[in-house]
């Protein structure tokens, strides 16, 4: 059971630059969500979804875009990368949301912007 | 606004106990997870508390006071595994679904 999968594990991109990266999960989880994460900070909601098709914005959606076209996949876009981006990205799941069912996270990717 | 604070490092002594306070100020409350995320990996849940008092698990055990803003997590006989960030995070009602707020992590080492 491989649980929540991230691809790419880590990438250098230079500022301007595009990328896509992919979250899949094989939980049949309603939610999924994309976090940043940044040293002496906590995890930082990016976007989230509720379901296939829905997306909504977290605290930081600024730079970002999100799909959710299939249930199992969510899909976290950097349309013109900035060095601000640089991070460490990870992507969880979850049942609803309203009971005691834990997000299960990705084991990460690292984003580097030059 | 949404603030949860923790201490920023701990260190302990193998086979000890550590307790790792969080307190919190969010607007709503609707269950306090804990996670652990050793260097370079994943968040791992470790535990849940919605309601008054304490959870045990094995070596690890965590309390919630709600009219305190306020929890621990106590690692018991503690191993040089147990070295981790352990984080702290709230859920929240916001925009009609429940979110979570995370707080920024206590980083523990332990010494042999």
């Known amino acids: 059971n491989a649980g929540v999968t991230q691809t790419p594990k880590f990438r250098v991109l230079k500022t301007g630059q595009s990328m896509t990266l992919l979250c899949a999960q094989d939980?049949?989880?309603?939610?999924m969500y994309w976090y940043r994460q940044d040293p002496g900070m906590g995890l930082r909601l990016i976007h989230y979804?509720?379901?296939?098709?829905?997306?909504a914005k977290g605290e930081v959606p600024d730079g970002y875009n999100v799909s959710r076209l299939k249930k199992q996949n969510f899909l976290l876009g950097l349309e013109s990368a900035a060095p601000s981006q640089t991070s460490v990205y990870f992507c969880?799941?979850?049942?609803?949301?309203?009971?005691?069912?834990?997000?299960?996270f990705g084991d990460g990717t690292r984003l580097s912007i030059l | 606004g949404q603030n949860i604070d923790q201490p920023t490092e701990m260190t302990a002594t193998e086979g000890a106990i550590v307790q790792i306070n969080c307190t919190y100020q969010t607007s709503g409350f609707n269950g306090l997870f804990w996670y652990q995320q050793h260097a370079g990996e994943a968040p791992t849940f470790l535990s849940y508390n919605v309601l008054d008092g304490l959870e045990e698990k094995g070596r690890f055990s965590s309390f919630l006071s709600r009219s305190k803003g306020y929890s621990y997590l106590l690692l018991k006989e503690l191993q040089m595994k147990d070295s981790a960030s352990y984080l702290c995070a709230v859920r929240v009602l916001s925009g009609g679904y429940n979110k979570l707020i995370f707080g920024a992590g206590t980083r523990l080492a332990v010494h042999p």
């Open positions: 979804s509720v379901g296939e098709g829905t997306t």
């Open positions: 969880a799941s979850s049942y609803q949301g309203i009971s005691n069912q834990p997000q299960h």
């Open positions: 939980m049949n989880h309603e939610y």
